[in-house]
């Protein structure tokens, strides 16, 4: 794995792009100084130009020199969470450029802890900025595997399945602390680490990855329902559908995956769950609901925008 390691930041160097794992999701990488290669990673992705994307480093020393105010609450969440799946939208330096910032005064740092990304990320020695390792708005990728399919990418770091399954939590410290992204690290930890109420986002807020109403998406159709209300829906639709649910698999569905009851189970086998299902050619992708609980937050999240 060094030679590899070795290998792909030669390509992050050279202004290629580089898929690698972090224990949310896999990431599509490109030097985040570099404008040339931030636009081929855009281009890739098929991403809005106005939509900012989140730069990784190898520690938060590294990731605190692209912001250019640290309020203390920040430093205390590094401390804690990172290396990690946390995102922090902190105002930006210098180094920050607005092509990765989507023109807005604010940037996105993380350090993930995933051991390939934190051996690229010290082998590169700098920013990398690295969205998710999917066509924009498409179901995310948790092995390289998913990302050969859908991505022409000059070199891809192979470092297992997502072990998190979904995209870092992401908080706003730009003015107060404001929850942008739900995910592993949730809501009411960061309230109880920090002693302060988290806020929700508004109006004003920095835009951010996975901030649109449809994102995570699978191409066929998918209706989130009630669990009260699935088994009227397959008693219509017959075996023209797919079917996410905790249930055990109904005769009348030929393309039934039954998902884990618990929450951090269920995200990390939801994005190649949705990806399975939307290659079963059938008409709509069923997901029955998860609880209205506080643990099930991301995941709702989630899939709430993949059914759009």
Same mark, same amino acid.
């Given at each position: 794995?060094?030679? #590899?390691? !070795?290998?792909?930041?030669?390509? @992050?160097?050279?202004?290629?792009?580089?898929?690698?794992?972090?224990?949310?999701?896999? %990431?599509?990488?490109?030097?985040?100084?570099?404008?040339?290669?931030?636009?081929?990673?855009?281009?890739?992705?098929?991403?809005?130009? =106005?939509?900012?994307?989140?730069?990784?480093?190898?520690?938060?020393?590294? *990731?605190?020199?692209?912001?250019?105010?640290?309020?203390?609450? *920040?430093?205390?969440?590094?401390?804690?969470?990172?290396?990690?799946?946390?995102?922090?939208?902190?105002?930006?330096?210098?180094?920050?450029?607005?092509?990765?910032?989507?023109?807005? =005064? /604010?940037?996105?740092?993380?350090?993930?802890?995933?051991?390939?990304?934190?051996?690229? @990320? !010290?082998?590169?020695?700098?920013?990398?900025?690295?969205?998710?390792?999917? $066509?924009? %708005?498409?179901? /995310?990728?948790?092995?390289?595997?998913?990302?050969?399919?859908?991505?022409?990418?000059?070199?891809?770091?192979?470092?297992?399945?997502?072990?998190?399954?979904?995209? /870092?939590?992401?908080? =706003?410290?730009?003015?107060?602390?404001?929850?942008?992204?739900?995910?592993?690290? /949730? !809501?009411?930890?960061?309230?109880?680490?920090?002693?302060?109420?988290?806020?929700?986002?508004?109006?004003?807020?920095?835009?951010?990855?996975?901030?649109?109403? $449809?994102?995570?998406?699978?191409?066929?159709?998918? @209706?989130?329902?009630?669990?009260?209300?699935? =088994?009227?829906?397959? &008693?219509?639709?017959?075996?023209?559908?797919?079917? @996410? *649910?905790?249930?055990?698999?109904?005769?009348?569905?030929?393309?039934?995956? $039954?998902?884990?009851?618990?929450?951090?189970?269920? *995200?990390?086998?939801?994005?190649?769950?949705?990806?399975?299902?939307?290659?079963?050619?059938?008409?709509?992708?069923?997901? #029955?609901?998860?609880?209205?609980?506080?643990?099930?937050?991301?995941?709702?999240?989630?899939?709430?925008?993949? &059914?759009?």
């Amino acid at each position: 794995m060094n030679s #590899e390691v !070795r290998h792909a930041a030669q390509v @992050l160097r050279a202004g290629g792009l580089v898929a690698f794992p972090t224990e949310t999701v896999y %990431g599509l990488g490109a030097n985040a100084s570099s404008a040339e290669a931030v636009a081929r990673l855009y281009a890739a992705k098929g991403r809005p130009a =106005d939509h900012p994307v989140i730069v990784h480093f190898a520690s938060a020393q590294g *990731a605190f020199e692209f912001a250019r105010e640290i309020p203390a609450e *920040a430093r205390k969440l590094a401390e804690r969470f990172w290396p990690g799946p946390l995102t922090m939208v902190l105002k930006r330096s210098p180094k920050a450029k607005d092509f990765v910032t989507g023109g807005q =005064d /604010s940037v996105g740092l993380r350090v993930p802890s995933h051991p390939v990304a934190q051996a690229l @990320l !010290r082998e590169f020695d700098g920013g990398v900025a690295a969205p998710s390792a999917n $066509r924009f %708005g498409n179901v /995310s990728a948790t092995t390289a595997a998913h990302v050969v399919e859908e991505l022409d990418v000059e070199f891809v770091l192979d470092g297992g399945p997502s072990e998190v399954g979904i995209e /870092s939590t992401i908080v =706003d410290l730009t003015s107060g602390v404001a929850l942008l992204r739900p995910g592993r690290i /949730s !809501r009411e930890e960061i309230e109880k680490f920090l002693q302060v109420k988290v806020k929700s986002p508004d109006s004003s807020s920095p835009r951010h990855s996975g901030g649109l109403e $449809r994102h995570y998406a699978p191409k066929t159709p998918a @209706l989130l329902l009630p669990p009260h209300e699935l =088994d009227a829906e397959v &008693a219509k639709r017959g075996d023209t559908v797919a079917v @996410l *649910a905790f249930s055990k698999p109904d005769e009348r569905v030929d393309n039934w995956i $039954r998902m884990p009851r618990e929450p951090h189970g269920y *995200a990390q086998r939801l994005y190649a769950a949705l990806r399975e299902l939307d290659g079963a050619g059938c008409e709509t992708i069923l997901i #029955e609901s998860p609880p209205d609980t506080t643990e099930w937050t991301a995941v709702k999240d989630r899939l709430t925008r993949a &059914a759009g």
